[in-house]
């Protein structure tokens, strides 16, 4: 026993320093705009509501389920949520490290190929909850439990970093790869046969309910932009991949007799999946790039040189090895402090008075409905709003269920106390998307219900009459 923990010990206080920073970074970034989305389905679905029915957003019912829970913790979710991610950045590092261990890696070199790991995961992830962080992390479980021989596990684990987000699809084949590299047809065996129907029954399960087909398919196909931004894109990708690319040829070495082969192994694969997966995505949003993260241990262990383990002149000083990481992580921190913090707080800041009003106007049984789309005053308000879907913008594009989400828009209007607008009512119509028109429309033609109005800020509130605070009575 004593051995154990003289073994774990310093290596466990180095992640628990890892989970603080990351959590207190994260506690302070406001509620973001995607979170906002999740925290609101997840407190309706606890609430009784139908997943893909009455509430709509083309995530999977895992990430609402995650995100309710922790919206369900004491204090306020942006805690909870920080306590979370810190966690989860530290778990990413040690089972990187965990991997790359389990591949024969030296003790020393994996501990700082984990810590590299958990520094992409923390640096791209942008200190927030997503499904890409947790993804991730499934797709390193898996990729432990292949290294510890776990095969059934490492496929149940992949089948669940599937479920929580579709596009990690394009990474379970090279999980499946890995396993017959680590274990050969008998791990290949054990591994396909657990894997192969639990995905069955999901897919089926997805294709046979239209409910969540609807959602997770093709409400999720009407979110991605119609637009693809190859520059952008490449330089989003290009600073997730600069960290790892400088730091693992310090820490490891390179064996140049390895480099043909290494990159024709998993650890090339799944930076190719994970680099489709972006480019899938379409957007240049930093943290689609999240899924770069497991190819790093077995890179590095692909590149490493034989007498790394035993070799200290070839390695480069630690205060070298600290500088350079400093050097990398240090704007990474900065880029996320800065932009998180602008782009979520400003809107926030802009709906703080609002919400404060409707708290204090709406009486019990009345409610309110927004355009455009922001989501945190349903997140903050959940038992007010009685839209079905806070991306109403997605909902009213091109699917099946268009015309189905105006009558709801219509209903919903109808039930509403107050309506609450940022301005976009008196826009002409060419600077309204064509498939946005139509809600404008339907708004615009419900207004006169609404006589009561009090600004506030560059948002007005359309109260009823027999709802209007008696101080804003026209």
């Known amino acids: 026993m004593t051995q154990?923990?003289?073994?774990?010990?310093?290596?466990?206080a180095k992640w628990a320093i890892v989970a603080a920073v990351a959590a207190i970074l994260s506690a302070l970034v406001p509620l973001t705009f995607d979170e906002a989305i999740w925290v609101w389905a997840g407190r309706e679905i606890f609430a009784g509501g139908i997943p893909y029915r009455e509430v709509v957003d083309h995530k999977t019912i895992i990430v609402f389920a995650l995100e309710g829970l922790l919206d369900l913790a004491p204090g306020p979710f942006e805690l909870a949520r920080a306590v979370a991610v810190g966690i989860t950045i530290a778990v990413i590092g040690a089972m990187a490290r965990g991997v790359f261990r389990g591949m024969g890696g030296d003790d020393r070199v994996a501990l700082r190929i984990g810590l590299v790991t958990a520094a992409v995961a923390f640096i791209q992830t942008r200190l927030v909850s997503t499904v890409e962080l947790w993804a991730t992390a499934?797709?390193?479980?898996?990729?432990?439990?292949?290294?510890?021989?776990?095969?059934?596990?490492?496929?149940?684990?992949?089948?669940?970093?599937?479920?929580?987000?579709?596009?990690?699809?394009?990474l379970t084949p090279v999980v499946v790869i890995f396993a017959a590299e680590q274990g050969g047809r008998s791990a290949l065996r054990k591994f396909v046969m657990v894997l192969a129907p639990l995905l069955l029954v999901a897919i089926t399960a997805v294709l046979?309910?239209?409910?969540?087909?609807?959602?997770?398919?093709?409400?999720?196909?009407?979110?991605?932009?119609?637009?693809?931004?190859?520059?952008?894109?490449?330089?989003?990708?290009?600073?997730?991949?600069?960290?790892?690319?400088?730091?693992?040829?310090?820490?490891?070495?390179?064996?140049?007799?390895a480099l043909g082969?290494?990159?024709?192994?998993?650890?090339?694969?799944?930076?190719?999946?994970?680099?489709?997966?972006?480019?899938?995505?379409?957007?240049?949003?930093?943290?689609?790039?999240?899924?770069?993260?497991?190819?790093?241990?077995?890179?590095?262990?692909?590149?490493?040189?034989?007498?790394?383990?035993?070799?200290?002149?070839?390695?480069l000083p630690r205060v070298v090895i600290v500088a350079l990481a400093a050097l990398?992580?240090?704007?990474?921190?900065?880029?996320?402090?800065?932009?998180?913090?602008?782009?979520?707080?400003?809107?926030?800041?802009?709906?703080?008075?609002?919400?404060?009003?409707?708290?204090?106007?709406?009486?019990?049984?009345?409610?309110?409905?927004?355009?455009?789309?922001?989501?945190?005053?349903?997140?903050?308000?959940?038992?007010?709003?009685?839209?079905?879907?806070?991306?109403?913008?997605?909902?009213?594009?091109?699917?099946?269920?268009?015309?189905?989400?105006?009558?709801?828009?219509?209903?919903?209007?109808?039930?509403?106390?107050?309506?609450?607008?940022?301005?976009?009512?008196?826009?002409?119509?060419?600077?309204?998307?064509?498939?946005?028109?139509k809600v404008v429309e339907i708004f615009r033609a419900k207004l006169s219900d609404f006589p009561c109005t009090q600004v506030i800020g560059p948002i007005t509130l359309h109260w009823r009459s027999n709802a209007c605070p008696t101080d804003r009575i026209p």
């Open 4 to 12: 154990h923990r003289v073994e774990w010990s310093p290596s466990f």
């Open 138 to 170: 499934a797709m390193l479980g898996a990729l432990l439990a292949v290294t510890n021989k776990r095969y059934r596990l490492a496929a149940v684990v992949t089948c669940l970093g599937a479920c929580i987000d579709i596009r990690a699809l394009l």
């Open 208 to 257: 046979a309910f239209p409910d969540i087909r609807f959602g997770v398919v093709e409400l999720a196909m009407e979110s991605r932009s119609t637009q693809f931004y190859p520059f952008d894109q490449a330089m989003v990708g290009l600073r997730a991949l600069i960290l790892p690319a400088v730091l693992i040829p310090i820490i490891v070495g390179v064996n140049r007799n």
């Open 261 to 315: 082969s290494a990159f024709r192994r998993s650890g090339a694969l799944f930076l190719i999946a994970a680099i489709a997966i972006a480019v899938v995505s379409r957007l240049p949003i930093v943290r689609y790039w999240l899924y770069v993260v497991p190819a790093i241990p077995l890179i590095a262990h692909q590149l490493q040189k034989p007498d790394t383990a035993t070799s200290e002149e070839d390695r």
């Open 328 to 437: 990398a992580l240090l704007p990474g921190i900065f880029r996320i402090v800065d932009e998180t913090m602008v782009i979520t707080r400003e809107p926030l800041e802009r709906f703080d008075n609002v919400v404060l009003q409707l708290e204090s106007g709406l009486a019990p049984g009345q409610s309110f409905i927004h355009y455009p789309d922001k989501p945190y005053l349903p997140a903050y308000l959940p038992e007010r709003f009685t839209a079905p879907s806070v991306v109403m913008h997605y909902y009213v594009r091109d699917t099946r269920r268009r015309e189905l989400a105006l009558t709801q828009l219509q209903t919903s209007i109808d039930a509403a106390s107050v309506v609450v607008e940022e301005g976009q009512l008196e826009l002409e119509p060419e600077a309204i998307s064509p498939a946005e028109r």
